[in-house]
């Protein structure tokens, strides 16, 4: 069992940065592979970036091109999401997501999910 809790979301200009943070309860956290998702009003939940377990990332969404990263500091049990060069079309409630060991695209397998924070990009 494991708890994820999202921050670092808010309001930021058009070509600006945000950094988003998902921690996670419990000693185990290394072994989960760990996902971001987001979900915009109207729209169903779309994967935007995954890293195993063992810290390699697999291919990002084709919508990022470049300008997210995620990341793991297993010591502290979070991930993060590194995003540059924001778009409106950016805007979105973003979700980080677990499961054991690896990371894949597909909303449902994932077996942990935090509780989303809003990122909202204006123009």
């Known amino acids: 069992q494991v708890e994820l809790v999202e921050s670092g979301g808010g309001l930021v200009q058009a070509g600006g940065s945000l950094r988003l943070s998902c921690a996670a309860s419990g000693r185990t956290f290394s072994r989960y592979g760990m996902g971001w998702f987001r979900q915009a009003p109207g729209k169903e939940r779309e994967f935007v970036a995954g890293?195993?377990?063992?810290?390699?990332?697999?291919p990002y969404a084709n919508f990022v091109k470049g300008r997210f990263t995620i990341f793991r500091v297993n010591a502290k049990n979070t991930v993060y999401l590194q995003m540059n060069s924001l778009k409106p079309e950016d805007t979105a409630v973003y979700y980080c997501?677990?499961?054991?060991?690896?990371?894949?695209?597909?909303?449902?397998?994932?077996?942990?999910w935090g509780q989303g924070t809003q990122v909202t990009v204006s123009s």
């Open positions: 890293m195993s377990s063992s810290g390699s990332n697999i």
């Open positions: 997501a677990a499961r054991d060991w690896t990371a894949t695209t597909k909303v449902s397998e994932y077996n942990y």
